[in-house]
């Protein structure tokens, strides 16, 4: 049979049109999904932490269907290019779908560790030290520089001080945390001890 008699019989087939119209479609939704978005189970920012369950992406959601179907109709394509019928290309096509069902939950997994390990969660800067960069008059707001989590973060900051002004470069402590603003104090310096002999 010649070359061209197999290219035009595999393409003229039905079941391989299906399949990579299929697998075409799938393809496009889950970049899409990649893109903007798709899965609701991962894609808020509320803390809904309930007895230790840390949240995050689902296997079973729909980025993972998109996946395993997108993994499963392209192997069924291929398949049915090598002359398999209609369930032995389906039932070739199951391995590689869950398979890309696992690898697209993976790195959604990934992805959203990381996400949710740099977010500043309200009240973690209380205690932390950081540093005046716009004067903060009695009373009145400025800005401060303070490492939160190992990020520096910028926050409008008040003092506890109804008298002292902080001026930029002054070294400072977060008393409290609200609203993102926070109020600060002078960092007291801590004379070192004499050591005794």
Not at 51 to 76: K, Q, W
Not at 147 to 162: I, P
Request: glycine share 14%; proline share 2%; hydrophobic share 45%.
């Amino acid at each position: 049979m010649e070359a061209s008699a197999i290219t035009s019989s595999v393409f003229g087939s039905m079941q391989f049109m299906v399949f990579a119209a299929l697998t075409v479609c799938f393809l496009i939704v889950l970049g899409f999904a990649a893109l903007f978005g798709g899965d609701h189970d991962a894609d808020h920012d509320a803390d809904h932490d309930v007895d230790g369950h840390e949240g995050g992406p689902s296997l079973i959601s729909f980025r993972g269907f998109c996946a395993f179907m997108l993994g499963f109709c392209a192997t069924g394509g291929i398949a049915t290019a090598y002359g398999f019928g209609m369930g032995g290309s389906m039932m070739i096509g199951v391995i590689p779908g869950i398979l890309m069902a696992l690898l697209v939950w993976k790195l959604s997994s990934l992805l959203y560790g990381q996400q949710s390990n740099s977010a500043i969660r309200s009240g973690q800067a209380i205690g932390a030290s950081g540093m005046v960069t716009s004067t903060i008059n009695p009373g009145q707001f400025g800005e401060v520089d303070v490492t939160v989590g190992g990020r520096s973060m910028t926050y409008t900051a008040t003092s506890t001080s109804k008298t002292e002004r902080l001026t930029i470069g002054t070294m400072i402590t977060v008393e409290s945390e609200f609203g993102g603003r926070v109020v600060v104090k002078r960092k007291v310096a801590v004379a070192p001890r004499a050591s005794v002999n």
